[in-house]
């Protein structure tokens, strides 16, 4: 395999594209909006100290992220998404659900398209998908900066 081969995706968010890729466009934004109700909730060392989440800019809502890796080199994803932009809250939630659990490497090597693949692109605005990119573009550099701070 060569550095250019498209890498697969990790089990879990092949699992989250295949579920939109199987529905209508209509069903896929009520999908959508049914991982917005299961954001996770942030830890309490994060709930009581937001300012360690990193604001997402690219977001039109206020959304703060931070893909931690802990000692066992397994990285979690937390984000916080308010009630009132669902769909900002159920872009988070996909990332939260899909990236923890995973491995440094395979965070680095998700796609930066990996919010086009879920076929959303008419169903949501191009600017909410770049708010998701840029969630994910987030996730993998501070993924990036854990580790070399570690070396």
Do not use: W
Request: charged share 25%; proline share 8%; with cysteine.
């Amino acid at each position: 395999m060569t550095d250019d081969a498209v890498k697969p995706l990790p089990a879990s968010l092949e699992e989250i594209r295949e579920d939109f890729l199987a529905l209508t466009e209509p069903e896929r934004l009520q999908l959508l909006l049914e991982f917005s109700r299961e954001l996770p909730e942030l830890p309490e060392r994060y709930a009581l100290a937001p300012g360690l989440l990193e604001k997402v800019e690219e977001c039109q809502s206020p959304v703060r992220a931070f893909a931690e890796v802990d000692d066992d080199e397994v990285v979690h994803f937390y984000a916080s998404a308010p009630a009132e932009a669902p769909t900002t809250r159920g872009f988070a939630s996909i990332l939260a659900q899909g990236l923890s659990g995973l491995s440094p490497q395979e965070v680095v090597d998700v796609p930066e398209d990996f919010p086009m693949q879920l076929g959303l692109t008419r169903a949501v605005s191009a600017l909410r998908l770049n708010g998701m990119t840029g969630m994910l573009t987030r996730a993998k550099r501070q993924v990036v900066e854990q580790l070399a701070a570690r070396a």
